[in-house]
């Protein structure tokens, strides 16, 4: 059996937020749902300041307390250890939010992607609307819509339920990096399986020192992040799957 996790190397990271609109696009996320996020701190005074930027997502903690508390086990442990969600069983109690730790769990309160639900032109007789526009290029209900993240899974969620990273389960399962981690310039992120010792992801959490988030609560992220302005050397990857 598998374990993914992922490593993000804060000194190859740039804050360049290429993670965060690949995620969008790649699950074809709504206005206002957010996977892929940042933590940001400005520590010291002027002109003794140090800026940091860790990248964020759901952690697929082993001990994943969205999943032992949910009623209806919308979420689950998939394969490889991924925190998992169904949106059919999902009842938008959004007890899971309130247990996460890291506040990365989204809940839809309306339909999603109502501007391109529009029927309204922006200049009457002019242009056509956002829904035509949809409809013309042939996507479901937006026109960049990405099919591949339908399969297995729900292209796009509907109203009145959760939803959260899940390392791009769709993608892993097809032997395929999350999508966060081959969109990324600078190679800051690599992902693998951490029960092979063989794999990157096993070698630099145990070359660097690391540190996991919020990792005194025993939840067991799955996401490690080394480095900052550390100089010792490792080469560039993304990992395997």
């Keep these: 059996m598998s374990k993914y996790a992922m490593v993000i190397d804060l000194k190859r990271c ?24 940042k933590i940001t701190e400005t520590v010291g005074t002027f002109p003794d300041v140090r800026f940091a930027y860790y990248p964020t997502l ?23 250890g991924l925190t998992l969600h169904d949106p059919g069983k999902c009842i938008g109690c959004r007890y899971c939010m309130g247990r996460c730790p890291y506040g990365v769990i989204s809940f839809n309160w309306e339909n999603p992607h109502p501007a391109w639900r529009a029927r309204t032109e922006t200049i009457a007789q002019g242009t056509t609307s956002p829904a035509q526009v949809a409809e013309q290029v042939g996507g479901e ?14 292209g796009i969620r509907p ?8 390392f791009c389960a769709h993608r892993v399962e097809n032997e395929q990096l999350p999508y966060c981690v081959e969109a990324c310039p600078a190679d800051a992120r690599i992902f693998g399986d951490l029960d092979d010792p063989n794999s990157e992801v096993s070698k630099l959490v145990k070359k660097f020192k690391s540190f996991r988030l919020r990792e005194e609560l025993g939840t067991e992220p799955k996401v490690f992040y080394i480095r900052e302005f550390n100089q010792g050397k490792n080469s560039s990857t993304k990992g395997e799957v």
């Design 14 to 37: 740039t804050g360049c937020g290429g993670c965060i609109v690949a995620c969008k696009n790649e699950n074809n996320l709504s206005d206002g749902i957010v996977w892929s996020s």
């Design 58 to 80: 759901c952690n697929h903690c082993e001990n994943a307390p969205c999943v032992s508390g949910c009623p209806t086990r919308a979420l689950y442990k998939g394969e490889g």
């Design 141 to 154: 209900v937006i026109p960049y819509y990405n099919p591949e993240s339908a399969e297995g899974y729900a």
């Design 159 to 166: 109203r009145g339920v959760v939803e959260k990273c899940h």
